[in-house]
Nanobody, 126 residues
C-alpha cells in the first residue's frame, strides 16, 4: 500500500503563508500526478491544486485564485521525493484539513486518485 505523508499544517493569521509538504514513495514519485484536496467541517472534499507527473503542468481551483494571481502553487523536489503546496495570502475560508493524493491521471477530481495521505490541519484565524 502506497503511503503519502503530509506535514506543515498549522495556525496562521489571515494574509500569512504556509507550505505543506507531501512525501511520496521514491518508486512512484515521477510516475504519479499529485493532487491537493481539502475538507472543512460540514463540507465536501474540495480539489485545491493538482500537478502532473512531470511537474510541468498544474491547475488550481478558482477558490485559491486571487484577482490577478494564483494564491497557491505546487512544486516538487526530486531529491527529496516531496511535493509542496505553497499557500499565500491565506484567508479564514482556507481553514480545512488538507490532503495530498497520488494517482495515474492528472485530474482535479478525487476519484482519480488512488493513494492518500492522512491529512494536515490548516487553520486561518485572527
Amino acid at each position: 500500500q502506497l503511503q503519502l505523508v503530509e506535514s506543515g499544517g498549522g495556525f496562521v493569521q489571515p494574509g500569512e503563508s504556509l507550505r505543506l509538504s507531501c512525501a511520496v514513495p521514491e518508486f512512484t514519485f515521477d510516475r504519479c500526478a499529485i493532487g491537493w484536496f481539502r475538507q472543512a467541517p460540514g463540507k465536501e472534499r474540495e480539489g485545491v491544486s493538482c500537478v502532473s507527473s512531470s511537474r510541468l503542468t498544474q491547475n488550481h481551483a478558482d477558490s485559491v485564485k486571487g484577482r490577478f494571481t494564483v494564491r497557491f502553487t505546487v512544486s516538487g523536489d526530486n531529491a527529496k521525493n516531496t511535493v509542496y503546496l505553497q499557500m499565500n495570502s491565506l484567508k479564514p475560508e482556507d481553514t480545512a484539513v488538507y490532503y495530498c493524493a497520488a494517482g495515474g491521471i492528472y485530474s482535479s477530481y478525487s476519484y482519480n486518485y488512488d493513494y492518500w495521505g492522512q491529512g494536515t490541519q490548516v487553520t486561518v484565524s485572527s
